[in-house]
């Protein structure tokens, strides 16, 4: 089974209040769970909006078109925060999370160098500021890389390179005091780095123990020396502080069995394996929006975040021997630029952009799960650690890159960070939008189409909602033209009309249709002709999951006519099941002699309609009365009646299976 969601899915009830001021902060914490639908670790969006090509902002692409599906196009959680009375504290609305305003920590007004503190200083700032009761808390901590992460804010533009100019953060300023790096004292101006907690299972470089840690002035995330800074004496960074929601972070990952990881914890489904292969951005972005994986269509590529998330900063090449992420996920082997064993680098839809508007869309983040390869000190080293992110060049040739003995690098980045430009894979979906499949009803033959005769044949679906809450209901019609779907809500108690269901969904033709919803529902459908007065029509029972035929069972078509002229019969057998199906239909007259026989193959979630089977296959087309047996022979989930229709007034009448 297949269906395809609209691209920008349903932003949740928070951001409904996300420009409202809570009466307090406090308040607003204690509800955020119900917020955001009680997921423990909810993935804030990027913020970023504009779409791009490989090289500059563009307007938004259509389906089908190059560079579809990026960051820009999906919808996600938008950032939202409430910043307290006395402006000392922020809170996070999505994640639950509080954090200091500033990273002032010497109070003097000014964010520079002199904020800056070492790794060993961090404690004594922690049990200061707890001591000190800081905005009302005293639980502060240095935060994880997750936590940490979630403040990304890809609006933001990477001032890398000469004369930087348009110059905006990767943090929200609206609510976040931020400084670039204090170039009067000797730093640069991308030296805006923040410790995390969360130290690399393994070294970096020179052999150093080694941070996590996000720069909000260039947007990366980069393993970076713990105690010795790369050019000499102590490593110092900026350090804000969290507290609030401790399951942040913690991914709560189950696998599906049919090639998906869900994370109830993110409420997002994953690919369990990856591509494969290595291929450019806009090549990714294709890879995703095709992929047809556990019934589901609506996959894209992930925006940065999303792709961090699911991150195991326990896990190393060099500590663990496998990819940096839970051993449920399957990981493609690569050798790097030193020859070793490792893992790659994927692609995010995100696009990492740049100051400079010539070269605005170059780049896109990607995360490695592998080492953070860069070529320093005249050697390949792991520079930055397996769960860094970076960026690429969207496409191009590796040529344009300064080469050494196995790989390319950027000679302009620091630490001569590798460039691959072909990254892999790995798609997403919301996996809440399988919620409204708690129950599944199927109404086996539905159409718009033309008939004989000159008929003009219609669908009108009736729904009712027999559960306490508004249900929501995903119509997914299935035809050999592909699916087609919809989604809707139907109040607790009522019913939901949806006439002419089958044009309503963009199709014409027949099909099977399949309703998917989160309250118990009853349904029927009634097929019509449509004259100039309209015909009474036949009524189709909507029929719940696992209500057909399985291998060797049987069901009676009875009271069957074909008179030439007068009536004339039609049955159809249809497939609810994920696996094709063979059925054996077996046509008598009415004193019961058998007077043929013949198998109908249905696939998965269609419908085969036997036109006349008693004129066109037993040669009868003066029959009179008679009846069927429609046997399974393979497979299961069938659902099989007859359609006898009035030649002159071109009504029809439904026979439903008798088992």
């Given amino acids: 089974m ?35 639908g009680g997921v423990t670790y909810a993935i804030v969006d990027t913020g970023q909006s504009t779409c791009y090509n490989a090289t500059s902002a563009i ?39 509080t954090w200091i305003q500033s990273p002032d920590t010497n ?75 204090d170039e009067a004292a000797g730093e640069r101006l991308i030296d805006a780095q923040y410790w995390s907690s ?41 350090i804000r502080l969290v507290r609030g929601n401790p399951a942040y972070g913690v991914n709560e990952l189950v696998a599906s069995g049919h090639g998906t990881v869900t994370d109830n914890a993110t409420g997002l489904m994953w690919q369990q394996a990856d591509s494969g292969a290595g291929m450019t951005w806009g090549d990714a972005l294709n890879y995703c929006e095709n992929l047809d994986l556990a019934g589901a269509t609506d996959w ?30 399957s990981c493609t082997r690569i050798s790097n630029e030193k020859l070793e064993d490792d893992y790659p680098f994927y692609w995010s839809s995100t696009t990492h952009a740049r100051a400079s508007q010539e070269q605005a869309g170059s780049a896109a983040a990607y995360v490695a799960f592998g080492r953070g390869m860069g070529y320093m000190m005249d050697s390949w080293l792991d520079v930055h650690g397996a769960g860094c992110q970076r960026s690429d060049p969207k496409e191009g040739e590796l040529s344009d890159y300064a080469y050494v003995p196995y790989g390319y690098y950027n000679s302009q980045a620091p630490q001569g ?22 129950f599944t009803t ?90 100039a007065d309209g015909t009474c029509g036949q009524l189709l029972e909507g029929h719940a999951a696992g209500d057909g035929l399985a291998a060797g069972e049987s069901a009676m078509l009875l009271g069957l006519r074909q008179m030439s002229g007068r009536f004339r019969t039609n049955i159809s057998v249809s497939n609810t099941g994920s696996t094709p199906v063979e059925a054996t239909v077996e046509l ?30 037993a040669g009868r087309p003066d029959l009179g009365w008679g009846f069927a047996r429609v046997t399974v022979t393979s497979g299961s989930g069938v659902l099989t009646s007859a359609s006898v229709i009035d030649a002159g007034t071109g009504d029809a009448t439904t026979i439903p299976m008798k088992r």
């Fill in 2 to 36: 297949t269906f395809k969601r609209t691209l920008m899915t349903l932003v949740t009830a928070v951001l409904l209040v996300g420009g409202m001021v809570a009466s307090s902060q406090s308040e607003a914490a204690a509800s955020h769970l119900d917020s955001i």
């Fill in 417 to 438: 960070d590798a460039i691959r430009i072909d990254n892999f894979v790995r798609c997403v979906r919301d996996a809440e939008a399988d919620a409204v499949a708690e």
């Fill in 198 to 238: 969360t130290e690399h299972v393994s070294t970096t470089m020179d052999g150093n123990a080694t941070v996590f840690g996000v720069n909000f002035a260039d947007g990366r995330i980069k393993g970076y020396p713990r105690d010795k800074a790369a050019g000499g004496g102590v490593a110092r960074h900026y």
């Fill in 107 to 181: 109070g003097d007004g000014v964010i520079d160098s002199n904020d800056k503190l070492s790794w060993a200083e961090l404690p004594t700032y922690v049990e200061t500021l707890n001591a000190r009761s800081f905005g009302g808390y005293s639980d502060w901590r240095v935060p994880s890389i997750k936590e940490l992460y979630s403040l990304m804010d890809f609006r933001g533009t990477d001032p890398s390179g000469p004369n930087p100019t348009n110059l905006v953060p990767f943090v929200d300023t609206a609510y976040f005091a931020f400084g670039y790096g």
């Fill in 442 to 531: 199927f109404v086996e033959i539905v159409v718009a189409n033309k008939g004989l005769g000159g008929s003009q044949w219609k669908t009108d679906l009736v729904v009712m909602n027999q559960g306490q809450k508004d249900a929501k209901i995903e119509l997914i019609l299935h035809t050999t033209a592909g699916d087609f779907a919809k989604s809707n809500e139907i109040a607790a108690g009522g019913e939901g009309v949806f006439e002419d269901v089958v044009s309503l969904l963009g199709y014409a033709g027949k099909g099977l249709l399949e309703l998917r919803t989160s309250e118990p529902v009853v349904a029927i459908a009634r097929v019509y002709n449509q004259t």
């Fill in 588 to 617: 008598f007259t009415a004193s019961g002699e058998k007077i043929h026989q013949f198998t109908l193959g249905v696939e998965p979630y269609a419908v085969v309609q036997d036109i006349q089977p008693f004129a066109a296959r």
């Fill in 59 to 97: 307007g938004a692409p259509s389906p089908g078109e190059t560079f579809y599906g990026q960051d820009a196009q999906y919808h996600g959680r938008q950032p939202s925060y409430t910043t307290s009375d006395d402006g000392l504290t922020v809170l996070d609305n999505n994640t639950g999370l």
């Fill in 300 to 329: 894209h590529l992930p925006n940065a975040k999303e792709l961090q998330s699911i991150v195991d900063y326990t896990r190393s090449p060099d500590t663990t021997g496998s990819a940096a992420i839970d051993p449920l996920f």
